[in-house]
């Protein structure tokens, strides 16, 4: 008997059972998505309701949660526990208080928020530390750096809620959580996070650089040196020395991030030092040029104001050219009247344009102060 008759019906029964499988799958599938629309038209039938009774209670001087809560259904405290954590999120004083009470009868305890941090799930460990940031209950830095630690989404929420304390100790184990191995980019959150510890507590932030930068991947120093350069405000010069090591960095990203971040304290002498202008200004990389003129104005001195003049009447870049032209025009109207012959073609242009730009700017400016 032929090889290819022996095969065809051992086929067909195998193309039977694919089929009778793909059916069981299909009708499971459907009837799970008929399950799950049926409990969330419930629930949304029962939402309004909750939220007027959760609504009247708060209004109460005594909401008497417990008794409340023990006659609801296992489904009624699901939605009610969904619409306290959207109260919290926007309700402070005597009203989250007695939301936070609320949320506790519902079993949102220590106990609860423990479990879930302590099971390794990503999910349950972000829906408690979440609920720890809203209940404003503080778990310990030690134990956050022992189980909160990774993956890296849970390790940037446990900063966050770590942030929300606002102690010494708490900051300084967010902030090892945000770097921890230095080699991983930080979030939008993360970045805001580090932002914001940065701006209370500088000496966090740059103690940590000092010592650990030189292992960070190059994306995460970029994003280190961001921040300092947005919390100018709150950083001392002094501080921001060891950037001038990052000058040298093989990363063209990581040099213009530290030219832009130690380009904010420029005007003081200790860190101006730290610049090579004249190899800066011949740098092949053009975000690298136009970072350094940042850094020449802020200077504010005259051989640094000649220098930005020299190199901007060459200078082939055109985003580079604009940035330097507009910087000299700003503290000298005319900054290249002597030397107008010495120019190329393309700066005489945009020198033009930014003349232009700036009486367009004035008579805006009349106008606008004009009765």
């Known amino acids: 008997m032929p090889v290819e008759t022996t095969l065809v019906p051992v086929l067909v029964r195998i193309v039977s059972v694919l089929g009778l499988l793909l059916a069981c799958i299909g009708t499971v599938t ?16 029962l939402r309004p309701g909750l939220r007027s009774a959760l609504v009247e209670r708060l209004s109460a001087d005594e909401p008497a949660w ?10 009624e405290r699901a939605i009610l526990l969904d619409l306290a954590e959207g109260l919290l999120r926007n309700v402070r004083g005597v009203e989250g208080a007695k939301l936070r009470r609320l949320v506790g009868e519902l079993g949102v305890d220590e106990r609860w928020l423990r479990t879930r941090i302590e099971s390794g799930e990503p999910a349950a460990q972000h829906r408690a530390l979440v609920w720890s940031r809203l209940l404003d209950h503080r778990l310990s830095p030690p134990y956050l750096l022992e189980h909160a630690s990774r993956p890296r989404p849970i390790r940037l929420a446990a900063a966050r809620t770590l942030y929300g304390t606002n102690e010494p100790a708490a900051l300084d184990a967010a902030l090892r959580l945000l770097v ?5 980019p930080l979030s939008l959150s993360g970045i805001d996070t580090l932002y914001r510890i940065t701006n209370d507590r500088p000496e966090h932030l740059l103690d940590a650089a000092r010592s650990d930068a030189n292992g960070w991947s190059p994306t ?37 991030a530290a030219i832009l971040a130690l380009g904010e304290y420029a005007w003081h002498p200790d860190v101006r030092e730290l610049f090579e202008f004249e190899r800066l200004v011949d740098d092949p990389s053009a975000s690298i040029r136009r970072a350094t003129y940042l850094a020449l104005d802020s200077c504010d001195g005259t051989r640094e104001r000649e220098l930005l003049a020299d190199a901007t009447r060459s200078e082939e870049d055109d985003r580079a050219r604009l940035i330097a032209v507009r910087l000299l025009h700003r503290r000298n109207g005319d900054p290249f009247a002597d ?8 700066t005489t242009r945009t020198l033009a ?11 805006d400016v009349r106008q606008a102060g004009t009765p």
């Open 30 to 45: 459907i009837g799970l998505a008929i399950v799950q629309h049926r409990s969330r038209r419930r629930a949304a039938a």
């Open 66 to 75: 417990d008794g409340w809560v023990e006659r609801l259904s296992g489904r």
């Open 180 to 184: 921890r191995e230095g080699t991983e």
């Open 220 to 256: 995460l120093l970029v994003q280190v040196l961001r921040v300092v350069r947005r919390c100018v405000s709150v950083v001392s010069p002094s501080s921001v020395v060891w950037i001038g090591e990052l000058l040298d960095h093989e990363s063209a990203d990581v040099r213009t």
């Open 339 to 346: 030397r107008v012959e010495a120019l190329v073609p393309a």
């Open 353 to 363: 344009w930014v003349v232009a730009e700036s009486e367009v700017q004035s008579n």
